[in-house]
């Protein structure tokens, strides 16, 4: 299935070729696989965006993108998905950022070590020249032994070049030409595996190819010999081919400081969220929105449609009501999804396409890292959380990039519980704006504190310890514009996509239920729990029943219903603490498992209709 | 004396690193024992930013707290 803004392509190509991209975090692989094989795959500046294998055809030849990774290894999903993929290459394009060389180049030796033919992509030398740092290219070359091109990817500098020398991919100079101790070790494994990848990655102490060889005899644990004569192999590379120019100080730099110093960084991010308030919250979800779904869509488009089926079939009917009735699948599922959800979801993520795409993302991480680990997570998951505003479906995916099962679980169950995707919020934001600071405050408030609550509950009762912060922090770069459209454009057809048919099957169903009378018999059997307990209208509960099919459109279902801003405000608290989406679930159970997704479900719905009453006893 | 010792544009040596797994993530990204950082940053009561030319990484406090370093020229 296609979910948010993933491309997700077939893994299994006939060819004679295996070319696979390999690199650190965030160096711009997926441009190069976007050249060489003409898939667009979303490019960010933030480690963790590719998750998932995309491949395409190159001529004869199959290529792979792989996840970005610092080693081979198992230290986590990703790095596990990339070593199978890179195990198995038959040419290894090595993207490298060339900013970054003592970093990247530990990645490069370790493929040369691992035998296989490589060509090295230098890439971001645009950055280089912008630091005043200057490579000798020459030296370089014959110091890895492999074929080195110097790539700007971003401006399409090098990439033709690339493309023609990819035949030149050759084995290049290991660690192990100058240590005769550790030469001997890979031999004897070697003698057994047949095959000196496995060997290396056996005495690198990897477990899942250890296991493959269930016969061989005990292997001496050598991954930090091994990681240290690495290293001190690389720093002697980068000694001598990297030289700086050190009186440079840029405006990059300072702003990327200032992010991290507290004085200056919380006033900046204060100052960024009042500006997606601004612009999501009051251009898009009333002025844009405004627009689009008053004028275009309530105003001409439901009208000509309604005529049209009125002069065709009939309004008054079954068929009728389905197609064009209060809740219409031409006319209701249809506005909701272009008039009013589109805007907001494109101009959620064209301001997430910029934020990934500068570099701010990991210094928020940084920011927020004392406050997360007091709910059992490490800056880090600000990431998913973020993303979660964006759409938790996807965002539930890149939990993965998080240490233990432990930050998965309480990152998934929060995202599911308090974190409202942009459809919604982008609902919730054109609701709530119209209110007094008041009433925003306590939604805000409540949201919050339900947050931290659930976080730290679960931060007590889970077993374990979670992992500590360690992140790369990229330099802090202008998007381009290009990029940020594209990839807006992207994530906003991936919604369209998904969340078009289940709204079409949702307006359906509203209708059979409306026609059947199970809706009045819900309204008037929930009214305990919406009038007495919520203090809503009866009529709320329809909101509540779409919920249960996205919430987004149960937000959207209140839209047209008569609200004092209280009851706009419980109504909202309820409905954003409410289940999850139907794909969200689904994610949710294929990442962890049914009972642990089922425990969420029914935990969003107690404790959404408890803190909707408390609010309504406490506060109104 | 540890990482979180240690104040915006400190330069120093890394002098141990008790925690295994921390020693081999450090080594990939460029940082060992023995290696000159800058402390590029420190977040109170959070995390400590170190800069080794270009790059930047930033370590959690807990961590942090596990590296022990000394001054340059300290030996």
Same mark, same amino acid.
């Given at each position: 299935m296609s979910h948010c803004g993933q491309t997700e392509i077939d893994t299994e190509l006939q060819a004679d070729k295996k070319i696979v991209l390999a690199g650190n975090?965030?160096?711009g692989k997926s441009i190069f696989f976007n050249y060489l094989t003409g898939i667009y795959v979303s490019v960010s500046n933030y480690p963790g965006t590719t998750l998932d294998i995309s491949s395409g055809k190159m001529g004869d030849a199959a290529v792979y993108d792989t996840p970005g990774v610092y080693g081979v290894g198992s230290i986590n999903d990703e790095e596990r998905v990339a070593r199978d993929i890179i195990m198995s290459a038959d040419i290894i394009i090595n993207v490298v950022d060339a900013s970054h060389l003592e970093r990247d180049l530990f990645l490069t030796q370790q493929l040369i070590d691992l035998d296989k033919k490589i060509i090295v992509a230098l890439n971001m030398m645009d950055e280089v020249e912008k630091n005043n740092i200057s490579i000798d290219l020459e030296a370089l070359e014959k110091e890895l032994g492999v074929p080195v091109i110097p790539t700007t990817a971003a401006k399409n500098r090098g990439l033709d070049k690339l493309k023609h020398s990819i035949d030149q991919a050759t084995k290049g100079n290991s660690i192990f030409t100058n240590n005769q101790e550790l030469a001997e070790e890979v031999k004897n494994v070697e003698s057994e595996t047949g095959n000196k990848a496995d060997a290396l990655m056996i005495l690198e102490e990897d477990e899942n190819i250890r296991s493959q060889? @269930? @016969? /061989?005899k005990t292997v001496p644990a050598l991954r930090e010999e091994i990681y240290t004569a690495r290293r001190q192999r690389v720093d002697q590379i980068t000694d001598q081919v990297l030289s700086y120019d050190q009186n440079t100080s840029q405006l990059a730099r300072k702003i990327g400081a200032y992010m991290l110093k507290p004085v200056t960084a919380i006033p900046m991010l204060l100052v960024l969220l009042y500006i997606i308030y601004q612009f999501i919250g009051v251009f898009v979800a009333q002025t844009v929105v405004g627009v689009t779904e008053e004028l275009i869509f309530v105003e001409n488009y439901e009208p000509f449609v309604r005529n049209i089926i009125a002069n065709t079939i009939g309004l008054e009917n079954f068929f009728g009501q389905l197609l064009a $009735? =209060?809740? $219409? !699948? /031409?006319t209701m599922a249809v506005t909701y999804i272009f008039g009013l959800l589109l805007p907001l979801v494109a101009g959620f993520y064209f301001l997430l396409s910029i934020l990934e795409d500068s570099g701010y993302l990991p210094r928020i991480a940084v920011l927020m890292d004392r406050l997360l680990q007091k709910i059992g997570l490490n800056g880090r998951a600000i990431i998913p959380m973020l993303l979660g505003f964006g759409c938790v479906t996807m965002a539930t995916i890149t939990t993965r990039l998080l240490g233990t099962k432990r930050e998965r679980i309480i990152s998934i169950f929060l995202l599911g519980l308090a974190i409202p995707c942009s459809a919604q919020l982008g609902v919730i934001a054109g609701l709530i704006a119209q209110l007094d600071v008041f009433y925003i405050l306590v939604y805000v408030l409540t949201i919050f504190a339900v947050y931290v609550l659930a976080g730290t509950f679960l931060n007590k009762v889970l077993p374990g310890e979670s992992s500590d912060l360690l992140i790369d922090l990229p330099p802090i770069r202008l998007p381009d514009l290009k990029n940020v459209f594209n990839k807006t454009y992207q994530q906003t057809a991936a919604f369209v996509k998904e969340a078009g048919p289940i709204f079409v099957l949702g307006a359906a169903l509203i209708t059979v239920m409306q026609k059947t009378g199970l809706l009045a018999l819900i309204t008037r059997g929930a009214e305990p729990i919406t009038v007495n307990w919520l203090g809503l209208p009866a009529e709320t509960a329809t909101a509540f029943v779409m919920g249960i099919i996205r919430r987004d459109f149960g937000a959207a279902g209140l839209t047209s219903i008569a609200l004092t801003p209280a009851q706009i405000t419980i109504s909202l608290i309820t409905l954003t603490l409410f289940v999850p989406c139907i794909a969200a679930m689904m994610i949710m159970i294929k990442e962890r498992n049914f009972k642990e997704s089922v425990y969420i479900w029914f935990g969003s719905w107690i404790t959404a209709f408890i803190t909707g009453g408390l609010v309504n006893l406490l506060i109104f | 004396m540890t990482l979180v010792d240690m104040t915006h544009g400190n330069k120093f040596i890394i002098d141990k690193i008790e925690d295994k797994d921390t020693r081999l993530q450090a080594l990939r990204f $460029? !940082? @060992? =024992?023995g290696s000159e950082i800058e402390c590029a940053g420190l977040m109170p009561g959070g995390p400590v930013i170190l800069k080794k030319n270009l790059q930047e990484i930033a370590i959690g406090r807990r961590t942090a707290e596990k590296i022990s370093v000394k001054k340059k020229g300290m030996i």
């Open positions: 975090p965030n160096v060889y @269930s @016969s /061989l $009735g =209060e809740y $219409g !699948i /031409l | $460029g !940082i @060992s =024992e």
